[in-house]
């Protein structure tokens, strides 16, 4: 592996102008990133604050028991029981065979961070990843991408649609998705770790019973070797320990709303759109209700908290008691969930995506209100995997790598196509077009003086002819095309591998791509890389 850097702007105005550090979008966080001393800022802050490590490891160490470990995952376990420890946390939707590209460059980014203030603090830093097991949206995470010829095809996992359930609690039926991995690996192609992998996704399946155990498991399988602690969001011990906190998110919830609120009518005064979307009433919590997740919101006139979909009204009061007798039954939003993890965890750094970049721009006023500042939101690495076929027909065809990323590669297409055309038989159709049209209009108007009732035949005519001059020049462009194919299949290659579907890659591509081309040594090599935390983009060459 090759590692190059670029700078490219991030999918967002909101996320560039951020990572650039640049007003306004910098005033809405608490920690300038740029600072040389930022990490040792926030190490200040942290250990001036109460967090119950012991209890947030227990359960770590509970909730991991099943899943693939080694003794990095049990030294990172006692590191984070250690009072003066901190983490860098992220976290993702629970994806089929880990979904998209970005979750695997999500935790390199929590991993590599973690090492690296290690290092520079010289005090204990801990890797979490935070799977979003509450969650209830499955046809976010059902499905993969592969290629299919010249595109790439959607693979879906039909399973269970019930999407108000928690994703922790779907289970799949496991006939159904051993069926389900060996169609993508179809599309993957036989390779030389094929039957292994498949062999070792196989006994995943059997052995777990829902999307978020099996991720795990295959995430442990990736990562085990490199001190990651994975947690789930639903886990019931999860909810116990956040019980207290659940408290103080329904006591204070037209205060975090309010707050919310005014942040989104700063930021939307500098002309950016807001993400979250919210009303006045909004308490920003979920409640489970016969399995389903309701979201509540909260009426400050009446004291009383109702889920308008579902029927469901209840009193404050009785609202608290429901949360000491069913913890597990609660869950957080978008607003709340970095709040509750900015208690539980003694927090260093957030490996933020793009778009959670923009959502925690409008937290600023919540934290304030809560007495706790957010952590340093550190962009996550953006990476795209050139491999060395791709990269000798982008240098045979004297293209920009950085226009390929940003732009795509079909104006490029079309300027060879128009380069290699004909151009003499395009200006004879073209003027065959011309003619016959000035002289068929001649004709239609004599034939309004004289017998319109041929008109309808004339004008049938014309139009006989003119698709019969589109159908040659149709052919003709199918004959440069059949002519050219191997140039042109170059250029399909390229924008399929880097900008698949008018996409980032990552957004699109499964790391399972690379596992079956490479096997697990593609994560070594990614893991024993050195990286910058600089906001450019990284190119891996493989």
């Known amino acids: 592996m090759k590692i190059e850097s670029i700078v490219i702007p991030a999918t967002s105005d909101f996320a560039s102008l951020y990572i650039e550090q640049k007003e306004p979008v910098k005033g809405f966080f608490h920690y300038d990133i740029t600072e040389n001393t930022v990490f040792e800022q926030r190490y200040h802050d942290v250990m001036g604050r109460d967090f119950d490590r012991a209890g947030i490891a227990n359960c770590i160490e509970e909730y991991m028991e099943k899943f693939p470990q080694t003794e990095h995952t049990k030294k990172s376990i006692e590191k984070l029981r250690n009072e003066g420890s901190t983490v860098v946390i992220g976290g993702q939707q629970a994806g089929l065979l880990t979904g998209p590209l970005y979750t695997i460059h999500k935790i390199v980014s929590i991993i590599k961070l973690a090492q690296q203030q290690e290092k520079l603090l010289e005090k204990p830093v801990v890797p979490v990843f935070w799977i979003a097991g509450e969650d209830h949206d ?198 709340t969930r970095p709040i509750m993890q900015e208690w539980l965890f003694p927090s260093l750094a957030f490996i933020a995506g793009p778009g959670e970049i923009a959502y925690w721009g409008e937290l600023k006023l919540a934290f304030d209100t809560l007495k706790f500042k957010m952590p340093p939101i550190i962009p996550r690495m953006n990476m795209t995997f050139i491999d060395a076929a791709i990269e000798r027909d982008i240098v045979e065809l004297e293209l920009s790598l950085r226009d390929i990323l940003t732009q795509g590669i079909d104006s490029n297409k079309t300027n060879f196509l128009e380069t290699a055309a004909d151009k003499d038989l395009d200006n004879m159709l073209d003027q065959t077009k011309d003619f016959l049209e000035g002289q068929y209009g001649s004709i239609i108007n004599r034939l309004e003086e004289n017998d319109r009732g041929l008109v309808p035949l004339a004008r049938k005519n014309l139009s006989f002819h003119m698709n019969q001059i ?58 024993m890389e050195n990286y910058e935390f600089d906001g450019a983009h990284k190119i891996i060459k493989l």
Not at 232 to 238: N, Q, T
Not at 257 to 274: C, H, P, R, W
Not at 512 to 526: A, D, P, S, T, V
Request: with cysteine; glycine share 4%; aromatic share 12%.
């Open 470 to 527: 589109d159908f040659l020049i149709r052919k003709a462009n199918m004959s440069l095309e059949t002519k050219h194919k191997t140039i042109l299949d170059k250029y399909n290659r390229i924008e399929q591998h880097l900008r698949p579907l008018s996409s980032p890659q990552e957004r699109i591509w499964n790391v399972f791509y690379y596992l079956n081309e490479m096997g697990e040594e593609f994560i070594h090599q990614l893991m």
């Open 138 to 335: 499955f046809l976010e995470i059902n499905h993969i991408y592969a290629e299919a010829g010249q595109t790439m095809k959607k693979i879906s996992f039909a399973g269970n649609l019930d999407e108000k359930r928690m994703t922790s609690d779907i289970s799949y039926d496991k006939a159904e998705m051993r069926k389900w991995v060996e169609r993508v690996f179809m599309h993957f192609g036989e390779r030389k770790h094929t039957k292994e992998i498949l062999s070792t996704l196989h006994k995943s399946i059997l052995k777990y019973e829902t999307i978020t155990d099996l991720f795990s498991d295959i995430i442990m399988s990736l990562f085990k070797e490199y001190g990651l602690l994975i947690i789930d969001s639903a886990h019931p011990s999860l909810r116990q320990l956040e019980q207290p906190y659940f408290a103080k998110l329904i006591d204070n919830c037209s205060e975090i709303t309010d707050a919310v609120l005014n942040q989104q009518e700063s930021i939307m005064g500098y002309g950016f759109n807001k993400v979250i979307e919210m009303d006045k009433n909004a308490a920003n919590l979920f409640y489970y209700l016969d399995n389903e997740r309701i979201l509540l919101d909260y009426h400050a006139d009446g004291n009383y908290f109702e889920a308008k979909k579902a029927n469901f009204q209840i009193k404050k009061e009785d609202i608290h008691n429901l949360l000491r007798a069913y913890p597990e039954r609660f869950s957080n939003n978008v607003v």
